[in-house]
């Protein structure tokens, strides 16, 4: 389970008290429903936002309209963290799938705190490492797997950020994530009701039974959670005091 403190994000909740002191002033919650935007594309990159609750999702939009999902992110990211490394525009657009909340914080400010703090340093940049290796599973998951296997992955990695057995999702946000059309959606679901993963499904909550969709998923969810866990504990076998505080699993 991810770090909770009274912050809420596992970031940070990763650094020790003397760093989180330097963003903790500049610290602003806010609250966003289901659709809200974050981040649109093209935007300049003046505010990063560190999740305490909801699901977002990054979206890639094609030249003909069409939208597709990269990666997901839930209390143990942040929003924007791209910007410490330099001054930039956002790839993609942050939508939220699940209604959440998340402290905003100036860019500015969080540029000047990675500066000065090794510990900011090295949590962000642990970070971004895992955010790249999540979106070169994907791709690569995309690729070779059926809809089914990729539709109960998603699925897993939604529980995992929302923590109970139920899911908000419309059947539109799905089919963002799959890159499919939306008939693929509801014969998918159907398949997955028939083998007992989906145990209900009304007006947009699903009840998921979590062993059978861990038996259906891909590979690609465990292999992706393994990696993501080694990273973390190569990250804390360096015995750096500035991380003494980060614990895996970056999913809550």
């Known amino acids: 389970m991810a770090l909770q403190t009274g912050l809420g994000n596992g970031l940070l909740a990763a650094l020790p008290p003397s760093d989180l002191n330097l963003l903790e002033p500049y610290l602003q919650k806010i609250s966003f429903a289901s659709d809200a935007v974050l981040v649109r594309t093209g935007d300049e990159l003046k505010e990063v936002y560190f999740p305490i609750s909801g699901v977002l999702a990054f979206l890639v939009e094609m ?16 929003v924007g963290a791209l910007t410490v490394l330099s001054p930039s525009h956002s790839p993609v657009t942050a939508t939220a799938y699940v ?6 914080i100036p860019a500015s400010r969080l540029h000047q705190a990675f500066e000065r ?33 990729r539709t109960a992955r998603w699925l897993l990695e939604i529980h995992d950020r929302v923590g109970n057995g139920e899911i908000r999702l419309t059947q539109e946000a799905l089919a963002q994530l799959l890159g499919v059309r939306r008939t693929t959606v509801t ?5 997955l009701r028939a083998v ?11 009840e998921v039974h979590r062993p059978r969709l ?17 990273m973390y504990d190569e990250e804390l076998a360096k015995g750096s005091p500035n991380v003494s505080h980060l614990q895996y699993s970056p999913f809550s």
């Open 99 to 104: 209604a959440g909340a998340a402290l905003k």
């Open 187 to 191: 014969l998918t679901m159907r398949k």
């Open 63 to 78: 030249s003909d309209g069409h939208i597709v999902a990269s990666t997901l992110m839930g209390s143990e990211g942040a």
């Open 117 to 149: 703090s090794g510990a900011i340093k090295r949590v962000l940049r642990l970070h971004l490492r895992t955010q790249l290796l999540q979106l070169q599973t994907v791709a690569a998951c995309n690729a070779v797997h059926p809809v089914e296997c």
């Open 214 to 230: 861990e038996n259906v998923a891909c590979e690609c969810y465990g292999v992706m959670r393994q990696r993501i866990k080694r």
């Open 196 to 206: 007992g993963c989906i145990i209900s499904e009304r007006r947009g909550v699903l």
